[in-house]
């Protein structure tokens, strides 16, 4: 069994619906933190209107202070989500190394979250990744709203797989399956994974799961088995696109890891860092998170506790 | 894919660790609407001391009020939990249908339980589960502690296999492996239930699993994958054994089927009822179950919903 990436994308999607504006301070000691638990990528925000989405307003600020010398959180490559040129053009003057950018599969989730149709935005998209590669940055192309969405119901696969084919065709190779709703279930993953594995086995294939139904770790299990070799998740379980219906967390980093530690792969994770961020950040939003080993705790490297 | 066996557990397994003693007439409904909504095996209760566990006071009462004639709650078949031959004949004497009795594979739960070793538990297992096949009882023989112990840390694979051999060796072809503390993970799900049917493809294979780190569907997923077929599960997520350390709820019932149901699966089942059913145990305790599908709702049959 391959060793997945943890893609952390905490302190952008797990952050951008928390109406409580979080200090600059605090997202910098939080990445440092995630940095040293080992994860191997971190999405540092999101290059949105600032008057739109207040909570991203320091992702700027927050490249500019991790891409310079010696700043690096760990070994993390920083990554940012980025909607349109603009975006773009300010990600690439602040530092971000790996450019994430989508087109929802479907109609009314693209036109609420870009305004946009998805057609609209990938013929926004394609010129923009091309630009970014040809920059030299890393760049991954997702197809958001994939396994379904609260205002459409089902998405048609060959929607996703059409979106998946142009990104192929416009030399793209890293791409990412979000399942924006929480709608995706295992075998569905398989099915839509493995078809994008017999379009073309040399894909970089990401998932991204919400935990909406209770099948986050499940949808992560199955993309596992289905070649996926990145999963993006987020500290405590936050998060929640704001455009979408029926919103609720993502899948929570310690989870995933702690899961993957308790199947022998991963174990160069420090899963006790993890859990402390994730516990810094309930402490923060005086709540406590949707994240099981926050409760329950890690039972990775437990002993006999007598009896 | 097969279709699998819903075998509910609630009124025992969920309801046991609870203090808030549930009258009988609330059992007898919650019971009826879960044989109105198809479920395949409902648990009514164990035959246990009533002074050590009240809770599980009226289970022959129970037995006795749906095995009259025209009680039946749906097409359920009603199965009790056994733990000695004092519980076997009290469950010979009112009308149980299907007999599940176990043994711990961890020596501390199992003495913690049944003040017995798993070697004393197995050799008064075998001569009950013997007596209930020749009375033309259905019989399903569990390992419990199977995927790991909150006291003992992981539980060896060749012991858990060690007694399923003297369950088949002993004529038992019902056998249900139990993750009573919830410390399993899908590989492990995949490999033990492989080995199993490795040692005879023709074992009816059952699955119990706890949500105490997030895994519990992820588990059910991967057991389906490796040939189980029957899951067990209880309303609303409720549940824990008491003898183990960090207990936590079971599998919610309405979780499980909602995800089968968005696979295709078990499409009969009527998940509003079930919802009916976890909604009114939740009111019932005053609080707020784990499961999921109760706080987002369903959405198997989700139509557009305008924008």
Redesign the interface.
């Known amino acids: ?1 391959q060793e997945l990436i943890i893609h952390e994308v905490g302190p952008r999607d797990g952050l951008q619906v928390e109406k409580q504006p979080v200090p600059f301070e605090h997202k910098v000691a939080w990445v440092e933190s995630l940095g040293a638990a080992g994860v191997d990528i971190i999405q540092l925000g999101s290059f949105v209107n600032p008057e739109k989405v207040p909570q991203m307003a320091d992702t700027d600020r927050l490249f500019a202070h991790f891409s310079a010398p010696g700043k690096r959180p760990g070994k993390a490559v920083l990554s940012g989500l980025v909607l349109n040129e603009r975006g773009l053009e300010r990600g690439m003057a602040c530092g971000v190394e790996m450019f994430c950018m989508g087109v929802s599969a479907s109609e ?1 989730h693209s036109r ?1 979250n870009t305004g946009m149709s998805p057609h609209e935005a990938l013929a926004r998209i394609i010129p923009m990744a091309t630009q970014a590669m040809a920059a030299g940055k890393k760049v991954q192309v997702s197809v958001q709203s994939a396994f ?1 969405c ?4 089902p998405i048609p696969t060959d929607r996703v797989l059409g979106l998946v084919k142009q990104y192929l065709a416009a030399g793209v190779s890293a791409i990412s399956l979000a399942d924006t709703a ?2 995706a ?4 993953v398989e099915e839509l994974f493995g078809a994008i594995r017999a379009l073309d086995p040399n894909v970089e294939m990401t998932a991204h799961f919400h ?8 949808n ?3 993309a596992l088995r289905s070649g996926v070799r990145s999963l993006e998740s987020a500290f405590g379980g936050l998060g929640g696109c704001p455009f979408t ?2 919103p ?1 967390g993502n899948v ?1 980093t310690e ?1 995933l890891v ?2 993957l530690q ?3 792969l991963r174990r160069d994770i420090d899963l006790g860092k993890l859990l402390e961020v994730a516990r810094a950040v309930g402490a923060f939003f005086g709540r406590e998170l949707p ?3 926050l409760k ?2 890690s ?1 990775v490297d ?4 007598g ?1």
């Not at 609260?150 to 119901?153: I, R, S």
């Not at 935990?211 to 499940?218: I, R």
């Not at 437990?302 to 506790?305: L, Q, T, V």
Request: glycine share 20%; hydrophobic share 30%; net charge positive.
């Open positions: 069994m009314t609420k379904g609260g205002f459409e119901g929480g709608h279930n295992p075998m569905q935990n909406t139904y209770g099948l986050g770790l499940a992560c299990w199955a219906k029926q609720a929570s989870d702690h899961s308790r199947m022998g994240g099981f080993v329950s705790g039972i437990y002993k006999p506790a009896n």
